[in-house]
């Protein structure tokens, strides 16, 4: 069975740092591309970034881009997103998603919810 | 930048009865299109990809047409557990995603 496990939200102060992980198993992590996408407090879903499987290309949403880094350690099953110089309107859950053969979002995580706010 | 546009915002259908959820591309995205179902507290859930194909274990009320610019994901028999949020996504120029702004679908 799939899973993914998100953690590391919590409450920073604008200009703040937190870093995401998402914990994969269930299937041959080191073998899709993984993204996340996140969603503001009753807003629609927004992609943030994608990571390719070795992680030699990353790709982001221009809103994050310059702040944001995606990561993946293939030995660990395990996904990241740094976040950095974090703005009052990165205020969101923040899922980890696993792209699957058709390109389409198979699975979902949780979620885990970053606060922004002095 | 693509830009998807889902119609209308909220749609109100008694159960049983037959829903019709509309998506627009603001380009050709070709047959790069899913749908996805998100019910209140949990994570979205991929229902159909390819604009028409029924991801696994999706039951087959529902169902994707389209091509190009313009979508349509059809729910032929609401049931009780149907009403929630769906968004459409494209990824016609994958590895950049860009999703719809939702439709929620509640009961009348």
């Known amino acids: 069975e799939v899973q993914l496990v998100e953690s590391g939200g919590g409450l920073v102060q604008p200009g703040g740092s937190l870093r995401l992980s998402c914990a994969a198993s269930?299937?041959?992590?080191?073998?899709?591309?993984m993204s996340w996408v996140r969603q503001a407090p009753g807003k629609g879903l927004e992609w943030v970034a994608n990571?390719?499987?070795?992680?030699?290309?990353?790709y982001y949403v221009d809103s994050v881009k310059g702040r944001f880094t995606i990561s993946r350690d293939n030995a660990k099953n395990s996904l990241y997103l740094q976040m950095n110089s974090l703005r009052a309107e990165d205020t969101a859950v923040y899922y980890c998603?696993?792209?699957?053969?058709?390109?389409?979002?198979?699975?979902w995580g949780q979620g885990t919810l970053v606060t922004v706010s002095s | 930048e693509i830009v998807m546009t889902q119609s209308p915002a909220t749609l109100s259908v008694s159960p049983g009865e037959r829903a019709t959820l509309s998506c627009r591309a603001s380009?050709?995205?070709?047959?790069?299109l899913a749908w996805y179902q998100q019910k209140p507290g949990q994570a979205p859930r991929l229902l159909i990809y390819?604009?028409?194909t029924r991801a696994t274990g999706i039951p087959a009320r529902f169902s994707g047409s389209g091509s190009g610019t313009e979508f349509t994901l059809t729910i032929s028999s609401l049931q009780s557990e149907d009403f929630a949020v769906y968004y459409c996504?494209?990824?016609?120029?994958?590895?950049?995603?860009?999703f719809g702004q939702g439709t929620k679908l509640e009961i009348k």
């Open positions: 998603a696993q792209g699957d053969d058709s390109r389409a979002l198979g699975y």
């Open positions: 990571i390719k499987q070795d992680g030699s290309e990353k």
């Open positions: 380009q050709s995205v070709s047959s790069n």
């Open positions: 390819g604009a028409s």
């Open positions: 269930g299937f041959t992590f080191s073998s899709y591309w």
């Open positions: 996504q494209q990824y016609n120029n994958w590895p950049l995603y860009t």
